[in-house]
């Protein structure tokens, strides 16, 4: 069983491979993709596409949602929550 820190560290460098942060931006569990980073729509599909292939799962449009709307703690909840299901 994949731990839940296991999980944040593979979703932040996910982000941070599909997201042009500034320098030194320490992503964080309360990170808000949309507001904080400047997540749009495609970087969101990208985002879940490379969810499901890290993780070898399958994503919705609710991770999509998420990605779009959500924290980095949220996502991390529903890639913990499939991995358990």
């Given amino acids: ?16 491979d599909h997201v042009d942060l500034a320098m030194n931006y320490d992503i964080q569990g309360s990170t808000k993709l949309k ?10 599909v990208e985002i879940s596409m490379e ?15 998420v990605i779009n709307n959500g924290t980095v703690d949220d996502i991390v909840d529903l890639v913990e929550k499939k991995l358990t299901h």
Avoid: A, P, Q
């Avoid at 069983?1 to 941070?16: A, L, P, S, T, Y």
């Fill in 51 to 65: 969810i499901d292939k890290t993780f070898r799962i399958n994503t919705t449009d609710s991770y999509i949602e």
């Fill in 1 to 16: 069983m994949i731990e839940k820190e296991e999980i944040f560290e593979k979703v932040k460098k996910i982000i941070e």
């Fill in 35 to 44: 507001e904080e980073l400047g997540c749009d729509s495609i970087d969101g």
